[in-house]
T-cell receptor, first 116, second 114 residues
């Protein structure tokens, strides 16, 4: 069975601080895919990144960066110099190749509150 | 603009009534999905459709029904058999059903039972 754990339920920071969101996953698949989504107060889930299990390179996109470590089954997400607009719930998700098609397993989400 | 449109955004239902949530996409995606989100929790899969005229139950299909008569449309009916329907419903789509395809989401619909 697949499982995604986001241990931090809520993080509060002051603007310009860095914030790191933890994501730990469990899967028996050797090929799998990891995702991060952002859910602002409006409700829509916004796709941020997709990473396959064979690509352990860290990635940076503007103020966002991701650290994928297969050895610890983690796919952590860092927001650098946070802004008020970063306030949202962030979800980590997993899709395994052995699973029935494109079925995503979501973590419980981490709420980020950025105060001005 | 390409995207996924859900309607209505807010819907109130009396107990015992069926309601239908609309989902339309113009991304030319084959696969479509319905997820349910309860407050403070992650998303759970209700139904999915790999291709037009096909659909399969997800993890929590009881009390729900869907149809996929057109590629761009995947409406969800919440029936009176659904014991606790108050939730946030998200429609989504991807190019195909193969594992690893990025799933894109609509803006969601809030359903409240009164």
């Amino acid at each position: 069975a697949q499982k995604v754990t986001q241990a931090q339920t809520e993080i509060s920071v002051v603007e310009k601080e860095d914030v790191t969101l933890d994501c730990v996953y469990e899967t028996r698949d050797t090929t799998y895919y990891l995702f991060w989504y952002k859910q602002p107060p409006s409700g829509e889930l916004v796709f941020l990144i997709r990473r396959n299990s064979f690509d352990e390179q860290n990635e940076i996109s503007g103020r966002y960066s991701w650290n994928f470590q297969k050895s610890t089954s983690s796919f952590n997400f860092t927001i650098t110099a946070s802004q008020v607009v970063d306030s949202a719930v962030y979800f980590c998700a997993l899709s395994g190749a052995r699973a029935a098609g494109n079925k995503l397993t979501f973590g419980g989400g981490t709420r980020v509150l950025v105060k001005p | 603009d390409g995207g996924i449109t859900q309607s209505p955004k807010y819907l109130f239902r009396k107990e015992g009534q069926n309601v239908t949530l609309s989902c339309e996409q113009n991304l030319n995606h084959d696969a479509m999905y319905w997820y349910r989100q309860d407050p403070g929790q992650g998303l759970r899969l209700i139904y999915y459709s790999q291709i037009v005229n096909d659909f399969q139950k997800g993890d929590i299909a009881e009390g729900y029904s869907v149809s996929r008569e057109k590629k761009e449309s995947f409406p969800l009916t919440v029936t009176s058999a659904q014991k606790n329907p108050t939730a946030f419903y998200l429609c989504a789509s991807s190019t195909a059903w193969n594992s690893g395809n990025t799933i894109y989401f609509g803006e969601g619909s809030w359903l409240t039972v009164v």
